[in-house]
């Protein structure tokens, strides 16, 4: 493996990372619950929990929810999440403790969505599912008691691919509204061609040869990188990004999704869209599951301030 001039309190926790299944999807899927169960349970106390189902888009089955209502509230604010997993892996609990954490600390309904994954469901299945949930979370306001012009949407990695997508959606299909948008290492080119992701070849957790997979899984064997990969799928794709809600982006030093976020923050600001671009330096994918580290630490403070100045706290 290639030696990366990692954080140096990251560093020392790397060898301890299980290193995730190449290509089967339902390995990965495993292994990531199994990754996610070893850390200690979330403390729920001063929040409730429930978990739904509604309706899928026309005749798509029904799609699982779980709204995180905090008893204190700060606001009648909301934050819609769109878990990672690279499209193929991740449900309900792989961001189930980051949720109550949001919920605790902004104060406000938290909405996560359990979209369905590829293979299975290829594109555009999994983001019809989470536009689905993202349209009911506005249309409940009034039962959740939110106000559905102060809704932020927050996804990592594929899931900030897929608010990316959610947000030129709701754009193009005129609403719901999304008063901002929080894109986290987001996965949002098809074409595998920038600078960090040829070079990251054995990155931790995410590298090159996973990308592959990814979309491979996503859109169907053979298709990435050719001419008709819609916007929604790899917004990286979309020349047009005027009237998007402002943003934030976050990027990992030794990530090759790296650049194509950069690139995708400076493509919105280009188009007027109010953005804030963060780049976390010694850092690789998915390195803020090392939570105790200062630059974790970090990150998860501006996680929580950026929320909060973004849904008016």
């Not at 409730?48 to 509604?54: F, L, S």
């Not at 709204?67 to 934050?79: H, K």
């Not at 979309?238 to 990992?252: C, H, K, Q, R």
Request: net charge negative; hydrophobic share 45%; charged share 20%.
């Amino acid at each position: 493996m290639t030696t990366y001039a990692f954080d140096p309190e990251i560093a020392a926790m790397v060898p301890l990372i299980p290193d995730l299944p190449g290509d089967d999807p339902l390995a990965i899927r495993a292994s990531l619950s199994e990754m996610i169960a070893q850390f200690p349970p979330a403390d729920t106390t001063g929040l409730q929990i429930e978990d739904r189902q509604i309706p899928g888009r026309d005749r798509d089955p029904a799609v699982p929810i779980r709204i995180y209502r905090p008893e204190q509230r700060s606001a009648p604010a909301a934050v819609y999440n769109v878990h990672g997993g690279g499209f193929i892996a991740g449900d309900l609990e792989t961001e189930h403790a980051f949720n109550v954490r949001l919920a605790r600390e902004l104060g406000v309904v938290v909405v996560s969505v359990d979209y369905r994954l590829a293979p299975e469901t290829p594109f555009p299945g999994g983001l019809e599912d989470a536009y689905a949930g993202l349209v009911w979370t506005a249309t409940r306001a009034g039962e959740l008691g939110i106000d559905p012009k102060r809704i932020a949407i927050q996804g990592t990695s594929a899931g900030g691919g897929l608010c990316a997508a959610l947000a030129l959606l709701a754009r193009d299909r005129g609403g719901p509204h999304i008063a901002f948008q929080f894109l986290s290492v987001p996965e949002l080119d098809d074409r595998l061609t920038t600078g960090s992701m040829i070079e990251f070849t054995d990155t931790p957790l995410w590298s090159r040869p996973r990308a592959v997979v990814s979309w491979d899984c996503y859109l169907g064997p053979g298709r990435a990188g050719t001419d008709d990969v819609s916007i929604y799928a790899a917004p990286a794709r979309a020349t047009d990004l005027a009237g998007l809600p402002p943003a934030y982006v976050s990027v990992m030093h030794f990530d090759p999704l790296r650049d194509e976020g950069v690139a995708y923050a400076l493509a919105m600001l280009a188009s007027g869209v109010s953005v804030e671009l963060h780049l976390f330096p010694g850092t690789f994918h998915g390195s803020m599951l090392i939570q105790d580290a200062a630059i974790s630490k970090r990150e998860q403070a501006e996680t929580i301030a950026v929320l909060r100045q973004a849904l008016a706290l």
